[in-house]
Protein backbone atom coordinates (compact mmCIF):
# COMPACT_ATOMS: atom_id res chain seq x y z
CA UNK A 1 0.00 0.00 0.00
CA UNK A 2 1.38 3.32 -1.31
CA UNK A 3 1.73 5.72 1.63
CA UNK A 4 2.94 9.66 1.40
CA UNK A 5 5.47 11.51 3.96
CA UNK A 6 5.53 14.67 3.65
CA UNK A 7 8.89 16.78 6.86
CA UNK A 8 8.45 18.88 8.24
CA UNK A 9 5.10 19.58 9.00
CA UNK A 10 5.70 23.29 9.39
CA UNK A 11 8.27 25.71 8.20
CA UNK A 12 8.73 29.24 9.03
CA UNK A 13 11.76 31.12 7.36
CA UNK A 14 12.92 34.91 6.85
CA UNK A 15 12.31 36.13 3.56
CA UNK A 16 14.93 35.56 0.73
CA UNK A 17 15.95 32.54 2.29
CA UNK A 18 16.70 29.47 -0.34
CA UNK A 19 14.70 26.20 1.20
CA UNK A 20 13.87 22.78 0.74
CA UNK A 21 10.60 20.82 1.08
CA UNK A 22 10.44 16.65 1.43
CA UNK A 23 8.27 13.97 0.06
CA UNK A 24 8.82 10.10 0.78
CA UNK A 25 6.67 7.28 -0.36
CA UNK A 26 6.63 4.07 -0.05
CA UNK A 27 6.33 2.20 -2.87
CA UNK A 28 8.91 3.04 -6.20
CA UNK A 29 6.61 1.97 -9.23
CA UNK A 30 4.79 4.95 -9.60
CA UNK A 31 3.87 6.41 -12.84
CA UNK A 32 4.31 10.19 -11.71
CA UNK A 33 4.66 12.90 -8.77
CA UNK A 34 3.00 15.99 -8.47
CA UNK A 35 3.64 19.19 -5.97
CA UNK A 36 0.65 21.58 -4.96
CA UNK A 37 0.07 24.61 -3.66
CA UNK A 38 -2.79 25.07 -1.24
CA UNK A 39 -3.68 28.74 0.10
CA UNK A 40 -6.09 28.89 3.09
CA UNK A 41 -9.68 28.09 1.97
CA UNK A 42 -8.69 27.59 -1.29
CA UNK A 43 -7.91 24.81 -4.19
CA UNK A 44 -5.11 23.23 -5.22
CA UNK A 45 -3.06 24.67 -7.71
CA UNK A 46 0.02 22.60 -9.42
CA UNK A 47 3.00 23.32 -9.52
CA UNK A 48 5.37 21.13 -10.91
CA UNK A 49 4.76 17.50 -12.53
CA UNK A 50 7.37 14.82 -13.27
CA UNK A 51 7.08 11.56 -14.34
CA UNK A 52 8.22 8.52 -13.92
CA UNK A 53 10.91 8.29 -16.08
CA UNK A 54 12.21 12.11 -15.46
CA UNK A 55 14.65 13.11 -12.50
CA UNK A 56 13.53 17.11 -12.39
CA UNK A 57 11.69 19.75 -13.44
CA UNK A 58 11.94 23.05 -13.08
CA UNK A 59 9.52 26.34 -13.07
CA UNK A 60 10.91 29.86 -12.27
CA UNK A 61 12.32 29.86 -8.67
CA UNK A 62 10.81 26.20 -7.87
CA UNK A 63 12.82 23.09 -9.10
CA UNK A 64 11.50 19.75 -8.25
CA UNK A 65 13.79 16.26 -8.22
CA UNK A 66 12.62 12.69 -7.78
CA UNK A 67 14.73 9.54 -7.03
CA UNK A 68 12.39 6.72 -7.42
CA UNK A 69 14.40 4.52 -5.83
CA UNK A 70 15.13 6.10 -2.79
CA UNK A 71 11.29 6.68 -2.70
CA UNK A 72 11.95 10.94 -2.34
CA UNK A 73 11.26 13.72 -4.11
CA UNK A 74 12.52 17.68 -3.28
CA UNK A 75 10.97 20.59 -3.52
CA UNK A 76 13.56 23.90 -3.89
CA UNK A 77 12.20 27.25 -3.76
CA UNK A 78 14.72 29.57 -4.66
CA UNK A 79 14.87 32.96 -2.93
CA UNK A 80 11.61 32.79 -0.82
CA UNK A 81 9.04 35.62 -0.75
CA UNK A 82 6.11 36.14 1.11
CA UNK A 83 3.43 35.54 -1.15
CA UNK A 84 5.41 31.93 -1.05
CA UNK A 85 3.50 31.48 2.51
CA UNK A 86 0.80 28.12 1.52
CA UNK A 87 0.72 25.09 2.00
CA UNK A 88 2.45 22.61 -0.38
CA UNK A 89 1.02 19.06 -0.86
CA UNK A 90 2.79 16.38 -2.58
CA UNK A 91 0.75 13.46 -4.96
CA UNK A 92 2.14 10.61 -5.84
CA UNK A 93 -0.12 8.14 -8.77
CA UNK A 94 0.49 4.78 -9.04
CA UNK A 95 2.61 2.01 -7.17
CA UNK A 96 2.89 -2.00 -7.39
CA UNK A 97 -0.86 -2.34 -7.84
CA UNK A 98 -0.41 -1.05 -10.69
CA UNK A 99 -3.68 1.46 -10.31
CA UNK A 100 -3.29 5.17 -11.44
CA UNK A 101 -4.65 6.20 -8.13
CA UNK A 102 -3.65 9.69 -6.31
CA UNK A 103 -1.81 9.18 -3.11
CA UNK A 104 -1.39 12.46 -1.42
CA UNK A 105 0.90 13.50 2.13
CA UNK A 106 -0.76 15.60 4.48
CA UNK A 107 1.49 18.60 3.71
CA UNK A 108 4.20 21.75 4.33
CA UNK A 109 2.67 23.97 6.02
CA UNK A 110 4.96 27.20 5.32
CA UNK A 111 5.35 30.65 6.20
CA UNK A 112 7.79 33.25 4.75
CA UNK A 113 8.12 36.32 6.85
CA UNK A 114 8.67 39.51 5.63
CA UNK B 1 -13.17 25.20 -21.12
CA UNK B 2 -14.55 25.19 -17.49
CA UNK B 3 -12.68 22.63 -16.09
CA UNK B 4 -13.74 20.51 -13.54
CA UNK B 5 -16.96 22.12 -11.16
CA UNK B 6 -18.05 21.00 -8.40
CA UNK B 7 -21.45 21.20 -7.22
CA UNK B 8 -22.90 22.41 -4.63
CA UNK B 9 -20.10 24.48 -3.45
CA UNK B 10 -21.75 24.51 0.11
CA UNK B 11 -23.99 22.46 1.69
CA UNK B 12 -25.06 21.31 6.02
CA UNK B 13 -26.56 18.61 6.81
CA UNK B 14 -28.46 16.97 9.62
CA UNK B 15 -27.45 13.88 10.92
CA UNK B 16 -29.06 11.18 9.13
CA UNK B 17 -30.13 12.98 6.29
CA UNK B 18 -28.78 11.84 2.57
CA UNK B 19 -27.10 14.39 -0.34
CA UNK B 20 -25.18 13.91 -3.69
CA UNK B 21 -22.25 15.82 -4.48
CA UNK B 22 -21.79 16.21 -8.49
CA UNK B 23 -18.49 16.28 -9.94
CA UNK B 24 -18.53 17.32 -14.09
CA UNK B 25 -15.68 18.28 -16.18
CA UNK B 26 -15.46 18.98 -19.71
CA UNK B 27 -11.47 17.77 -20.23
CA UNK B 28 -12.33 14.52 -22.09
CA UNK B 29 -9.96 12.72 -19.01
CA UNK B 30 -10.38 9.22 -18.42
CA UNK B 31 -9.75 9.40 -14.75
CA UNK B 32 -11.74 11.24 -11.75
CA UNK B 33 -11.11 10.88 -7.93
CA UNK B 34 -13.51 12.40 -4.81
CA UNK B 35 -10.86 13.46 -1.77
CA UNK B 36 -11.94 14.69 1.06
CA UNK B 37 -9.32 17.48 3.51
CA UNK B 38 -9.87 17.66 7.11
CA UNK B 39 -7.57 19.85 9.04
CA UNK B 40 -3.44 18.38 9.70
CA UNK B 41 -4.80 15.18 7.64
CA UNK B 42 -4.29 16.45 3.96
CA UNK B 43 -6.06 14.41 1.18
CA UNK B 44 -7.57 11.29 1.58
CA UNK B 45 -9.28 9.22 -1.38
CA UNK B 46 -12.41 8.28 -0.71
CA UNK B 47 -13.16 7.23 -3.99
CA UNK B 48 -12.09 7.12 -7.54
CA UNK B 49 -12.91 5.73 -11.31
CA UNK B 50 -10.82 4.94 -14.27
CA UNK B 51 -12.95 5.34 -16.54
CA UNK B 52 -16.80 5.76 -17.35
CA UNK B 53 -19.15 2.61 -15.60
CA UNK B 54 -16.15 1.82 -13.24
CA UNK B 55 -15.83 2.78 -9.66
CA UNK B 56 -12.97 1.91 -6.87
CA UNK B 57 -12.57 2.22 -3.44
CA UNK B 58 -9.76 4.66 -1.91
CA UNK B 59 -8.66 5.03 1.57
CA UNK B 60 -11.58 5.87 3.25
CA UNK B 61 -14.67 4.66 1.36
CA UNK B 62 -16.60 3.51 4.37
CA UNK B 63 -19.93 5.89 3.90
CA UNK B 64 -19.68 7.41 0.78
CA UNK B 65 -20.83 5.87 -2.94
CA UNK B 66 -20.04 6.60 -6.14
CA UNK B 67 -21.59 6.34 -9.59
CA UNK B 68 -19.75 7.15 -13.27
CA UNK B 69 -23.20 6.83 -15.68
CA UNK B 70 -20.78 9.67 -18.11
CA UNK B 71 -17.68 9.99 -19.07
CA UNK B 72 -17.79 13.52 -17.85
CA UNK B 73 -19.37 13.23 -14.55
CA UNK B 74 -18.51 11.45 -11.17
CA UNK B 75 -21.08 11.70 -7.94
CA UNK B 76 -19.95 11.31 -4.31
CA UNK B 77 -23.55 10.10 -2.31
CA UNK B 78 -23.90 10.18 1.20
CA UNK B 79 -26.89 7.99 2.53
CA UNK B 80 -27.18 8.91 5.89
CA UNK B 81 -24.64 11.72 6.82
CA UNK B 82 -22.54 11.35 10.09
CA UNK B 83 -20.89 14.36 11.95
CA UNK B 84 -17.81 12.54 11.19
CA UNK B 85 -18.43 13.54 7.60
CA UNK B 86 -18.14 17.31 7.92
CA UNK B 87 -15.14 17.77 5.51
CA UNK B 88 -14.19 19.86 2.62
CA UNK B 89 -14.79 17.63 -0.50
CA UNK B 90 -12.56 17.80 -3.45
CA UNK B 91 -13.33 16.28 -7.04
CA UNK B 92 -10.22 16.20 -9.32
CA UNK B 93 -9.62 14.32 -12.95
CA UNK B 94 -6.63 13.36 -15.22
CA UNK B 95 -5.67 11.46 -17.76
CA UNK B 96 -3.50 8.12 -17.35
CA UNK B 97 0.12 10.16 -17.65
CA UNK B 98 -1.00 13.62 -16.51
CA UNK B 99 -1.52 14.95 -13.13
CA UNK B 100 -4.91 15.23 -11.78
CA UNK B 101 -6.90 19.29 -12.06
CA UNK B 102 -8.94 19.91 -9.12
CA UNK B 103 -11.99 21.37 -8.91
CA UNK B 104 -12.87 24.68 -6.58
CA UNK B 105 -14.04 22.36 -3.37
CA UNK B 106 -17.11 21.46 -1.64
CA UNK B 107 -17.78 23.07 2.06
CA UNK B 108 -19.67 20.07 3.89
CA UNK B 109 -21.34 20.55 7.60
CA UNK B 110 -23.30 18.01 9.17
CA UNK B 111 -24.90 19.24 12.59
Known amino acids: KQEVTQIPAALSVPEGENLVLNCSFT??????LQWFRQDPGKGLTSLLLIQSSQREQTSGRLNASLDKSSGRSTLYIAASQPGDSATYLC?????????????FGTGTRLKVLA | NAGVTQTPKFRVLKTGQSMTLLCAQD?????MYWYRQDPGMGLRLIHY???????AKGEVPDGYNVSRLKKQNFLLGLESAAPSQTSVYFC??????????FGPGTRLTVT
Open chain 1, 91 to 103: GVAGGTSGTYKYI
Open chain 2, 92 to 101: ASSYRTSGPD
Open chain 2, 27 to 31: MNHEY
Open chain 2, 49 to 55: SVGEGTT
Open chain 1, 27 to 32: DSAIYN
